[in-house]
């Protein structure tokens, strides 16, 4: 058989990957453990208050190794799997590998090299993450503290901004890996006290934020509104209204309804009719000028 034979379109039948980050306390684990039978891989005391969720905490990186092959194996009827939190992860490898290389720290290994093997093991562990997520169409969300830091803009300007929380390389790493990269943040309205002029913070709903803004990271390939409530049922409704198949329909269904003029008609119908081939920004771009048509 051609090697070309293994050639496929997409992978819209796979469950994403998601890394969800934001400040301690907002609700990360408690959206992770709203998605379908979730387990989680996380530290002894990450969890309080979601007794009821699942979860394995492995002693060392060797362990980890450990739980992620036996998972590639079989996930036991679950159908997500969650890490919790990154940058506790990030420290077990930095653990694992000076304790096999017989470092005492990060630094032993010279300037820059201990954090390149660091990369190396964080590949390694996102790469059997995506062996369980093929294997088994699971779920796989990561969850990241994050911190706040001066961004130096190399045009000149520099502010504060929350990142995620770990070695920036690492943190690269894993803004590239995921379908999406949210942000978990509150709502702040400003309001004036009572009797002045003085302007004061409140804060609002929590929302999970899909897009780069100067004050956080946050990307997707899902087409995801700018902002969503933080709960796994409002992110898996805009997920699955975004799906292609989604897409597809909405444009049949609007196309049936709009007042498409005579001159413009033959080519909605061409285009209607191998709406497979489309891409979702181009079906995306279909619905916007179809609902203008209504």
């Known amino acids: 058989m051609s090697i070309l034979a293994k050639i496929r379109r997409g992978n819209a039948a796979v469950p994403h990957r ?18 379908p039978k979730p387990l989680f ?19 060392g990186l060797n362990e980890l190794y450990e739980i992620l092959d036996a998972l590639i194996v079989s996930v036991e009827g679950h159908e997500t799997i969650v890490i919790d939190t990154v940058d506790w992860m990030e420290r077990m490898i930095y653990d694992g ?16 090299k201990g954090y390149t093997v660091a990369e190396a093991e964080l590949v390694k562990i996102l790469g059997k993450l995506d062996q369980i997520r093929t294997s088994h169409n699971v779920w796989i969300i990561l969850l990241s503290h994050v911190e706040i830091k001066t961004f ?11 990142q995620m929380k770990g070695n920036k390389r690492m943190t690269g790493i894993l803004r590239e890996w995921p379908d999406a990269c949210l942000f978990a943040t509150y709502e702040v309205f400003k309001t004036k006290e009572k009797g002045s002029q003085r302007e004061k913070a409140i804060g609002g709903e ?22 969503i409530p933080l709960s796994w049922e409002a992110l898996i ?16 269904a609007l196309y049936s309804t709009a007042k498409i003029p005579e001159d413009r008609k033959a080519a909605w119908t061409k285009f ?10 181009k079906l995306r771009g279909a619905i916007e000028k179809l609902t203008e048509l209504q």
Do not use: F, M
Not at 18 to 35: D, N, R, Y
Not at 41 to 59: C, F, N, Q, W, Y
Not at 206 to 226: C, F, H, S, V, Y
């Open 18 to 35: 998601i890394v969800v980050a934001g400040p301690e306390g907002i609700g990360k684990s408690t959206l992770a453990a709203g998605a």
């Open 272 to 281: 209607t009719a191998s709406l497979s081939d489309v891409p979702p920004e």
């Open 206 to 227: 929590r929302k999970l934020q899909t897009q780069w803004t100067p004050a956080w990271d946050a990307k997707n390939r899902l087409g995801l509104p700018e902002q």
């Open 237 to 252: 409704a805009e997920i699955k209204s975004n799906s292609p198949d989604a897409l597809r329909e909405k444009v049949k």
């Open 97 to 112: 590998i000076c304790s096999r290389d017989s470092k005492s720290n990060i630094e032993d290994y010279g300037y820059g």
């Open 152 to 162: 130096q803009d190399p045009r000149g300007d520099s502010w504060d901004r929350y």
């Open 41 to 59: 891989i996380a530290a002894e005391d990450g969890l309080t208050g979601l007794e009821h969720v699942k979860r394995i905490s492995p002693s």
